[in-house]
Every structure is written in C-alpha cells, then in structure tokens.
C-alpha cells in the first residue's frame, strides 16, 4: 500500500514558479513509476507529467511540455514537479499517482492517488 501526499500548490502571478512536492509512504516507493494529473473545474482529468521509477525516463504532457520538470528523490520518498513560467490556464487541482510498475504505462489507471493541491496561476 502507498499513500501520496501533495504539498506547494498555491497563488501565483502568471509568469510565476511552483513546485509541487508527493511524499509517498510505504517501502515500495522507488519501484513504482510515478506522474502527476491535473484536473480544472469542468475539465477532464489531464496528463501532466510522469517519471519512471530509477527516473531515467520523464514523459510531459504537450501543454507543459518545455516549462514543467518532474524529478524524483527516491531517498526522501518524493517526487517533484518544478513548474515555470505558469500560465492562467494551468489553473488546477494537481494529483499525484503511482503506478506498480517501473516504467509509466500510458492507458493503465494508476494504482494509487493522492488528495490534490490546488493550483492558481492569476493574471
């Protein structure tokens, strides 16, 4: 079992930097690919960004392609999203999720997910 804990979201100017922190519990952590959601309110739930478990291989999504880097401290349980140059229209909740599995699979539903922080980017 992995429980997921999302802190750092909060208000920011356009423009601006966050970065988002998931300390995830359980022994089984560095094995588990991890990636980040975001869901804004009427929208469906988005791919943002993913991280294999040794995290040699990272995925973005197109709309955060360039500005948004996902890292991961297997030693402090953690994963991270360092997000600049933040726009309106990132806007969300952001989830943190895990997969059982090395390598991010695309299509499979995580296993595990976190509460969410929310984000707001004002302009």
């Known amino acids: 079992q992995v429980q997921l804990v999302e802190s750092g979201g909060g208000l920011v100017q356009a423009g601006g930097s966050l970065r988002l922190s998931c300390a995830a519990s359980?022994?089984?952590?560095?094995?588990?690919?991890m990636g980040w959601f975001r869901q804004a309110p009427g929208k469906e739930r988005e791919f943002v960004s993913a991280i294999s478990w040794s995290g040699s291989s990272t995925y973005y999504g197109n709309s955060v392609k360039g500005r948004f880097t996902i890292s991961r401290d297997n030693a402090k349980n953690t994963v991270y999203l360092q997000m600049n140059s933040l726009k309106p229209e990132d806007t969300a909740v952001y989830h943190c999720?895990?997969?059982?599995?090395?390598?991010w699979g695309f299509g499979i539903m995580p296993d595990y997910w976190g509460q969410g922080t929310q984000v707001t980017v004002s302009s």
């Open positions: 359980g022994r089984t952590f560095s094995s588990n690919a």
């Open positions: 999720a895990a997969q059982r599995r090395a390598g």
